[in-house]
């Protein structure tokens, strides 16, 4: 299968929660990762997390990692229409910055 | 923050010409470079790893002598795309990373149109 897997779309109302959820086959993954890209333009780095810890919080962000079944999740609190765009959840391959990425999550914000 | 510039962001050029992509880290010296090619609505596709003085790895099925990878020094790769084909129409991204192995961050693409 896919090293790293994405649900292709997610639709919320604007002011919900939006969780993105992501698998990952590679155990040794150093790091893994949240990006964000908008039509047309390069990959913003929105968060990341170091793969001895399970959570992480930034802002709106929080990342979820279950190492054990190797699942990661990014929830966007109070999610607004700016938050549009794709999401990619990358791990890095062998330990180190070689990254392979999931297909994107398109999320889809409506008022 | 740490800052990939690439350039250009956009070409257009004829089939058989070639076309040179920059990728410059502005604020730390990048050991590593990876370009990916970028499909519409599809995922990154890691290309070739470039370490600075060193040849490029190719991730398989790559052409090495079509995508022509240059690292000459700290701050700077270029990706070559030889003999342009409209096949190779494509959004190219740069990413960079230091000898920390801290997070990468990535340039805002190239999109290529080969007429």
């Known amino acids: 299968g896919e090293d790293v897997e994405q649900s292709l779309f997610l639709s919320v109302r604007e002011g919900d929660s939006s969780v993105i959820n992501c698998t990952y086959t590679?155990?040794?993954?150093?790091?893994l990762y949240w990006y964000k890209q908008e039509p047309g333009a390069g990959l913003q780095l929105l968060t990341y997390i170091f793969s001895n810890m399970d959570m992480k919080q930034d802002q709106r962000l929080t990342v979820l990692l279950n190492k054990k079944d190797k699942h990661l999740s990014l929830r966007i609190a109070d999610t607004q229409t700016g938050d549009s765009a794709i999401y990619f959840c990358?791990?890095?391959?062998?330990?180190?910055?070689?990254?392979?990425f999931g297909a994107g999550t398109r999320l889809a914000v409506h008022p | 923050g740490a800052v990939v510039s690439q350039h250009p962001s956009w070409v257009i050029c004829k089939s058989g010409t070639s076309v040179k992509i920059e990728c410059r880290s502005l604020?730390?010296?990048?050991?590593?470079m990876f370009w990916y090619r970028q499909f519409p609505k599809q995922s990154l596709m890691l290309m070739a790893t470039s370490n600075e003085g060193s040849k490029a790895t190719y991730e398989q099925g790559v052409e090495k002598d079509k995508f022509l990878i240059n690292h000459a020094s700290l701050t700077l790769s270029t990706l070559t795309v030889t003999s342009a084909h409209p096949e190779d129409s494509s959004f190219y991204i740069c990413s960079a990373g230091d000898i920390s192995n801290s997070p990468l961050h990535f340039g805002n693409g190239t999109r290529l149109t080969v007429t």
């Open positions: 990358a791990e890095s391959k062998g330990g180190y910055n070689k990254l392979i």
């Open positions: 590679d155990s040794s993954s150093t790091y």
């Open positions: 604020d730390f010296q990048a050991t590593t």
